[in-house]
């Protein structure tokens, strides 16, 4: 089993940034995907991106693109969000997620087999 521990949410301003880290135990990561979620108050689960075993990062919704930077550090069994130029509207509870290797998860939620228990971002205006 793999256990997923998030960090580093809070309370920031517009503009700021936060840097969410995600660390990983039970087994060693690096060959999973691993991936962000995040769901607002009333709002339906929103990907927000995902990062392969070689380091490749692809990015779920426009408004995250450009913004957003998923990295990972396989010596550390980590996974971080780097969030730039945060908005009132990235406020949310932020998931990290892994799938098995060999899965081919994309944004699909329902792929990914193990989910941390969140954390809260709230970006004030």
């Known amino acids: 089993q793999v256990q997923l521990v998030e960090s580093g949410g809070g309370l920031v301003q517009a503009g700021g940034s936060l840097r969410l880290s995600c660390a990983a135990s039970?087994?060693?990561?690096?060959?999973?995907?691993m991936g962000w979620f995040r769901q607002a108050p009333g709002k339906e689960r929103e990907f927000v991106g995902r990062?392969?075993?070689?380091?490749?990062?692809?990015y779920g919704a426009d408004s995250v693109k450009g913004r957003f930077t998923i990295s990972r550090d396989n010596a550390k069994n980590t996974v971080y969000l780097q969030m730039n130029s945060l908005k009132p509207e990235d406020t949310a509870v932020y998931y990290c997620?892994?799938?098995?290797?060999?899965?081919?998860?994309?944004?699909?939620?329902?792929?990914?087999?193990?989910w941390g228990q969140g954390t809260q971002v709230t970006v004030s205006s």
């Open positions: 039970g087994r060693t990561v690096s060959s999973y995907t």
């Open positions: 997620v892994a799938a098995s290797p060999g899965a081919i998860p994309g944004s699909s939620w329902f792929k990914y087999n193990y």
């Open positions: 990062i392969n075993w070689s380091g490749g990062a692809t």
